[in-house]
């Protein structure tokens, strides 16, 4: 595999709101497959929860990022009109602030001059950029707590809500959506297939996790973490739903049983700040250096406190954080760091217990793959704080199952051929635990999730 070419992706913030750049990156799309070309084929993942609306074909506005404070409040309005035990028996879904659902109900209140639109996720809406075919896909579908766990859309609430629009036919990974329209290959310069990924990031950096088995779990770790299992059907238990896990689609009719939780997020927070103090940028590998030689100081954070969603500083909100739960202050930014490097692999630990409880399974070693599976200081941590070895890498598994499943889809690969092929071309470190880091309890008291 080779990585051609890189652009940035943010949301905008315009009018008290977050936008995603859409032209912005349709523009970059189309450049990469310039550089990349020709192709056989070409498939686009993305983050979940997120949307497009259209009417008569055209954008009705920029689609709203899921972190806009404007969301919050909608679920529990929601969660007023539809019991929590419906909705979960239904999608099997865990409850976030900003799931699709939770955001429609927002724009029924609060714009509803949006709706009365048809809905494409944001992958789907660039395979209809580049096909002129309008198709969901199922993997992201089912992040929207509107996919039933029967693959069909929860039309009955939606109705109840207000909620008016039309929602795409559902395809699965590896389907063929079409050919590239005549503009657009006139302009990138070739002919090719629009073949289906696995376009929930997620769903196609699992696909392409070398190790996960019926014993090994996975951390996908970017922004953020999701931390879980691969099954063959969903656990949708009264368990399964006050723990708040997921059953998200995976490829090939696998289920990702799995927990969100704060990954490089507040990482990715502490750089920002720590450059902002010295006005000077840092590598992540000067900052895992940093904290490595630093220091613990047996402070701890939940990565998830709704305060660490969008702070406009992380180091000074885990420093009201510590202050606030009476724990030691850190001696400077790399004992920062490390508070939450650790508290990332302790809040690991809690998140693989959970799932290990709900499914029955015992877990002997975890897949880290994605970005986060870079920085050796956090997977030696998790080693320890679990007691078991961490396979790091590969650190480009969405691209990989993304090109994957294309092959599949192309007729070249088998779905059970997948992580064997990435077993055999990419190189996966592997972390054994050095020490018990005996500071679970009181991780677990400090930051309140003790039972």
């Given at each position: 595999?080779?990585?051609?070419?890189?652009?940035?992706?943010?949301?905008?913030?315009?009018?008290?709101?977050?936008?995603?750049?859409?032209?912005?990156?349709?523009?970059?799309?189309?450049?990469?497959?310039k550089v990349a070309g020709p192709v056989s084929s070409i498939g686009i993942d993305s983050w979940g929860v997120d949307f497009a609306l259209l009417r008569e074909g055209e954008m009705v506005g920029l689609p709203y990022a899921y972190r806009d404070p404007c969301f919050k409040g909608a679920m529990d309005q929601v969660l007023r009109l539809l019991p929590r035990e419906e909705i979960f028996q239904k999608t099997g879904i865990q409850f976030l602030e900003f799931n699709t659902l939770y955001q429609?109900?927002?724009?029924?209140?609060?714009?509803?001059?949006?709706?009365?639109?048809?809905?494409?996720?944001?992958?789907?809406?660039?395979?209809?950029?580049?096909?002129?075919?309008?198709?969901?896909?199922?993997?992201?579908?089912?992040?929207?707590?509107?996919?039933?766990?029967?693959?069909?859309?929860?039309?009955?609430?939606?109705?109840?809500?207000?909620?008016?629009?039309?929602?795409?036919?559902?395809?699965?990974?590896?389907?063929?959506?079409?050919?590239?329209?005549?503009?657009?290959?006139?302009?990138?310069?070739?002919?090719?297939?629009?073949?289906?990924?696995?376009?929930?990031?997620?769903?196609?950096?699992?696909?392409?996790?070398?190790?996960?088995?019926?014993?090994?779990?996975?951390?996908?770790?970017?922004?953020?973490?999701?931390?879980?299992?691969?099954?063959?059907?969903?656990?949708?238990?009264?368990?399964?739903?006050?723990?708040?896990?997921?059953?998200?689609?995976?490829?090939?009719?696998?289920?990702?049983?799995?927990?969100?939780?704060?990954?490089?997020?507040?990482?990715?927070?502490?750089?920002?700040?720590?450059?902002?103090?010295?006005?000077?940028?840092?590598?992540?590998?000067?900052?895992?250096?940093?904290?490595?030689?630093?220091?613990?100081?047996?402070?701890?954070?939940?990565?998830?406190?709704?305060?660490?969603?969008?702070?406009?500083?992380?180091?000074?909100?885990?420093?009201?954080?510590?202050?606030?739960?009476?724990?030691?202050?850190?001696?400077?930014?790399?004992?920062?760091?490390?508070?939450?490097?650790?508290?990332?692999?302790?809040?690991?630990?809690?998140?693989?217990?959970?799932?290990?409880?709900?499914?029955?399974?015992?877990?002997?070693?975890?897949?880290?793959?994605?970005?986060?599976?870079?920085?050796?200081?956090?997977?030696?941590?998790?080693?320890?704080?679990?007691?078991?070895?961490?396979?790091?890498?590969?650190?480009?598994?969405?691209?990989?199952?993304?090109?994957?499943?294309?092959?599949?889809?192309?007729?070249?690969?088998?779905?059970?051929?997948?992580?064997?092929?990435?077993?055999?071309?990419?190189?996966?470190?592997?972390?054994?635990?050095?020490?018990?880091?005996?500071?679970?309890?009181?991780?677990?008291?400090?930051?309140?999730?003790?039972?």
């Amino acid at each position: 595999m080779k990585q051609v070419r890189v652009f940035q992706n943010h949301a905008v913030a315009m009018g008290g709101h977050l936008y995603w750049d859409i032209p912005r990156l349709w523009d970059e799309i189309k450049e990469s497959m310039k550089v990349a070309g020709p192709v056989s084929s070409i498939g686009i993942d993305s983050w979940g929860v997120d949307f497009a609306l259209l009417r008569e074909g055209e954008m009705v506005g920029l689609p709203y990022a899921y972190r806009d404070p404007c969301f919050k409040g909608a679920m529990d309005q929601v969660l007023r009109l539809l019991p929590r035990e419906e909705i979960f028996q239904k999608t099997g879904i865990q409850f976030l602030e900003f799931n699709t659902l939770y955001q429609l109900f927002w724009l029924s209140r609060h714009a509803s001059h949006k709706l009365r639109s048809y809905l494409l996720m944001i992958p789907d809406l660039f395979h209809y950029y580049l096909t002129g075919i309008p198709a969901g896909e199922l993997t992201n579908a089912t992040t929207t707590q509107i996919m039933g766990l029967d693959g069909r859309w929860w039309d009955e609430a939606m109705r109840l809500l207000g909620i008016e629009l039309e929602l795409p036919t559902t395809l699965k990974p590896s389907a063929n959506v079409g050919e590239l329209g005549g503009d657009v290959s006139a302009e990138v310069g070739f002919r090719a297939s629009v073949i289906l990924p696995a376009t929930h990031d997620t769903a196609s950096a699992i696909a392409a996790a070398p190790e996960v088995s019926d014993d090994v779990a996975y951390v996908s770790s970017g922004t953020w973490d999701l931390v879980g299992l691969e099954l063959s059907s969903p656990i949708a238990t009264r368990e399964a739903m006050l723990n708040n896990f997921s059953n998200e689609g995976g490829a090939f009719s696998k289920v990702n049983f799995l927990k969100n939780m704060q990954g490089m997020w507040i990482i990715q927070g502490l750089k920002r700040s720590i450059e902002a103090a010295h006005r000077r940028d840092y590598s992540y590998d000067e900052l895992v250096e940093l904290a490595s030689r630093s220091s613990d100081v047996n402070s701890y954070v939940d990565v998830d406190d709704p305060r660490f969603l969008l702070p406009a500083d992380m180091g000074k909100e885990m420093a009201s954080y510590l202050e606030e739960t009476g724990q030691p202050k850190p001696m400077g930014e790399g004992e920062m760091l490390r508070v939450a490097i650790r508290s990332l692999a302790l809040k690991r630990r809690y998140v693989v217990e959970l799932a290990e409880k709900l499914s029955g399974r015992r877990i002997r070693a975890i897949n880290v793959v994605g970005g986060g599976s870079r920085n050796w200081l956090l997977n030696q941590m998790t080693a320890d704080a679990l007691g078991i070895p961490v396979f790091a890498g590969p650190d480009e598994a969405t691209a990989m199952g993304n090109l994957l499943v294309q092959q599949v889809g192309l007729g070249n690969l088998s779905p059970s051929q997948l992580r064997e092929a990435v077993r055999r071309s990419f190189k996966v470190r592997k972390f054994e635990p050095e020490r018990k880091d005996d500071a679970y309890s009181e991780f677990l008291r400090r930051t309140g999730l003790e039972e």
